[in-house]
């Protein structure tokens, strides 16, 4: 308005369209919501309408997906995530502050799933959180029968059928005396087995009798409602195979593997890439191999999508002290490098021996270290979605779980 008064706009951002504003902050990275939402109360209410809860987790599809980080280290385990989306590289790397710690000061990242982490007592493997870190909502899980000799594998996800969360509980142990107790730490061949699973929102654990394969590690993948685990190898069973469990019927049954002949029962790990189970396979010339199952439970449709090179990054040159290598009690798990997923840029993601993070060019050809300021020295890496999302959330049933 040329020579006269500059008339005020009314810009208040609550007056905008429910549609716009969600729109709007869709798009935020979840580092940038977290801040939005302690600006006033009226926009920290915002931050909680279920329908833009709904709205933010259709939306990080097409987002890079956060990293949350593990470290597990004795006495204080420590979380940490990385959000790509940040602007500023200092602002990539925060730590995350569980309020449980206190009293689960040692715990195990049991999955990621829909914005909500589980996490599990590492030492008597008693206690069980569901745990949004950027809405910090928690929830303790009720207890369940523990042995006193046992060794426990965890998987947790959404089933989409029932649009219910469920929490699975293998327990391997040697005989059938009940009560708790701290697990020896010698190795061990653990003869007996039992299925727990619960329901959220249920107040019991149930029973799923025996299981016939011995699984490691939390599951590593959750594709269309099932968990998928890697079996271990055994002296009368020499094969690592893929085991999965249908969160709607609870029964578990082996996945088919694809026919990678030469790379015979290298190290695997499983990982999501585009809503497909897929297996990075570390071979014996040091090369990865990614493979994608491009229709579920196929054997034939196991495509070769990627395959890289040999590499071998900087700061694993750096050498860390014995006394802290000794004391770090999830050091490498057996692996030099993991698939972790793929960025929206094309690259490749790999962790390397739980220290260093990595992209591949696939067009390129070309690594590189991904160097920032706050990463832990080591760490276990879990490919997490940020949200606002809690268990009474409705979800939306576009999203591919």
Known sequence: MSGGKRRRINANFEDLPNEIVYDILSRLPISSLVQFKCV????????????????????????????VLHCDFPIRNQLYFIDFAADQEKDKVKRLNAPFSPVMPEFDVVGSCNSLLCLADSLYHDSVYIYNPFSRNYLELPKSLNYLDQEVVFGFGF??????????????????????????????????????????????????????????????????????WVSRIIRYNPVRRIISFDLADEKFEEVQKPEWGRLGERSYNLVVLKGCLSAGVYCYDERIEIWVMKEYNVKESWVEEYSIGSYMPKGLKQNLGRPFLKIWKNLWKGRVVSVLGVLKNGEVLLEYKSRILVSYDPNLGKFKDLSLQGIPQLFQTIVHVGSFNWIDSPIDRSIDT
């Open 40 to 67: 006033c109360k009226s926009w920290r209410t915002l931050t909680q309408d279920p329908n833009l809860v709904s709205h933010y987790l259709s939306s990080t599809i097409k987002k890079d997906p956060c990293l």
């Open 159 to 228: 089933d989409p059928k029932s649009y219910q969360y469920k929490i699975v509980k293998i327990i391997y142990y040697r005989n059938g005396h009940g009560g708790g107790g701290h697990p020896r730490a010698r190795r061990l061949v653990y003869t007996q087995s039992e299925v727990q699973i619960l329901t959220l929102g249920d107040r019991e654990w149930r029973s799923l009798g025996k299981i016939a394969y011995q699984l490691v590690r939390p599951a590593e993948a959750l594709v269309g409602g099932r968990l998928h």
